[in-house]
């Protein structure tokens, strides 16, 4: 039976899993945007044994298959806060864009345990550096795809899009074909998407919060070629209470590729908690 909390604002909480006496919330949140957090099911389960709390999946408002009447996803940031606040001692797990989403509250500064940060950016630099790889590696079938979705924004055109680019997420064969297999079956939303994208798929994005006291890990694999842990490699990140750290051999979605270096990165930053750890 699916165990469901929904906030005013229309979040959907989805309870996956407990492990050990803690009362730490594990709070993940998915890429995209537009894609349901079924796409970070391989990942907790993964998890779910391997650190102590409880672990949940979380979808914003009219994203994925979270589908409300009169609750737009314009209404994710009051959502995501009510979903924080309805738990105790949350850590947010953000993958790719939703990462970005958090660095522009800084106001979670004093509402979150601690903060993961998985294949995101501090700022919009990333999008040059990915057209530039982009250019350098063509492939007609992501370009048509491209060309097919601009025409026709609908559902099963943003599926065939994330299909066709699996191969900037994913590095090895065996991995891409996963991913293939994850985008074929997970829920997507163009709406989600498209409205996501014109703030942070835009020059104008920026960080406008770095975590200034809670324990911070900030990581990806060391082949994405779309958000690199580079990103984040200066002097402003550099703060004894952010962990960075590389998974090596692995694209924007690392689990897929270096399982046992994610779980060592995750079980690394629960030690960051020492005795805090509730």
Known sequence: MKQYLWTLDGGRLHYQSTYKE?????????????????????????????????????DLPNDGSNILENKPISNWRSALIQ?????????????????????????????????????????ASWQNRFEEYCEKNKDPVITEAEKEYIENPNN???????????????VTEESIKAGKALFMRIPVNHNASEQAAKH????????????QTINTLITTGSIDPITPLKLFQNEKYKRKNILLREISEAG?????????????????????FRTQLP
């Open 22 to 58: 803690s009362k730490i919330n594990w709070l993940f949140l998915p890429g995209g945007p537009g894609l349901g957090s079924e796409a970070l099911a391989d990942l907790t389960q993964l998890l779910k044994d391997k650190i102590p709390g409880v672990i949940w999946h979380f």
């Open 83 to 123: 979903a924080i606040t309805a738990l105790e001692n949350v850590v947010l797990v953000a993958h790719s864009t939703p990462g970005m989403y958090a660095q522009t509250m800084p106001e979670l500064e004093k509402l979150l345990y601690g903060i993961v940060l998985i294949g995101s950016a501090p700022d």
């Open 156 to 170: 099963e055109n943003l599926r065939k899009l994330l299909i066709a680019a699996a191969r900037n997420c994913f």
């Open 200 to 211: 942070f798929d835009s020059e104008k994005y920026q960080a406008t919060w770095i975590p």
């Open 252 to 272: 924007h979605y690392p689990w897929f590729e270096n399982p046992n270096e994610v779980v060592q990165a995750f079980q690394e930053y629960v030690r960051k």
